[in-house]
């Protein structure tokens, strides 16, 4: 099993729909969870972080993360063509402390 | 606060040659972690610096090395380059690992 895995894509999207982003990880003992856009030829940009189970919201974006099912997930809310990007799902494994990525969804709002 | 800078932006080299590669991270931030991406196997984790120390590892060959200097400042080396070393390198910074990392613009590295 892969050590952190999202869907590649390409994950089309009307305008104005909700754009839901899924990753899994293999650590159960991970601790931390982040969520990066990275635009063609740009480096990646952090969204959000999430620690706890629950969801967490800021703005248009919603993440949300169930350590007993080792998932999290992003939803964007009202997507724009702005969002259009690849989203990296990155995990903090807890044995060894590296940041793991996943090697990212390709998102396209469809205008 | 200014961000992570990285130089060169671009490089290229031919097969065998070495190349130095160097990151300024955002002021405060003590590690510093290096990160390979290319299309088909995404970002890959290098190493990752504290205070000096090396940290952590990922899973390259000897040839890929680095440091950190007293102001944080990180240097990342690759000897004997070869053509499949051709892809972006990042730098990212943080307080710590477990935080937040924030990302260079990165250097992309042609090797022909």
């Known amino acids: 099993q892969k050590e952190v895995e999202q869907n590649s894509g390409p994950l089309s999207v009307p305008e104005g729909a909700i754009a839901s982003l899924n990753c899994t990880y293999s650590?159960?003992?991970?601790?931390?969870f982040f969520w990066y856009r990275q635009y063609s030829g740009k480096s990646p940009e952090l969204i959000m972080s999430i620690y706890s189970n629950g969801d967490k919201e800021d703005g248009r974006f919603t993440a949300q993360l169930n350590k007993a099912s080792q998932y999290v997930s992003l939803l964007i809310r009202d997507s724009q063509p702005s969002d259009s990007a690849t989203y990296l799902c990155a995990v903090s494994m807890n044995r060894d402390d590296k940041i793991i990525f996943g090697k990212g969804t390709r998102l396209h709002i469809l205008p | 606060k200014a961000g992570v800078t990285q130089t060169p932006r671009y490089l290229i080299k031919t097969r065998g040659q070495q190349v130095t590669l160097s990151c300024s991270p955002i002021s405060g931030h003590r590690s510093v972690s290096w990160y390979q991406q290319t299309p088909g196997q995404g970002l890959q984790f290098l190493f990752e610096?504290?205070?000096?120390?090396?940290?952590n590892k990922g899973n390259f060959p000897g040839r890929f090395s680095g440091r950190q200097f007293s102001n944080s400042r990180s240097e990342m080396n690759v000897s004997t380059l070869e053509l499949g070393d051709s892809a972006l390198y990042l730098c990212?910074?943080?307080?710590?690992?477990?935080?937040?990392?924030?990302f260079g613009p990165g250097t992309r590295l042609l090797v022909l």
């Open positions: 650590d159960r003992g991970s601790q931390s």
């Open positions: 990212a910074s943080s307080s710590n690992l477990q935080e937040t990392q924030y």
């Open positions: 610096y504290f205070s000096e120390t090396q940290r």
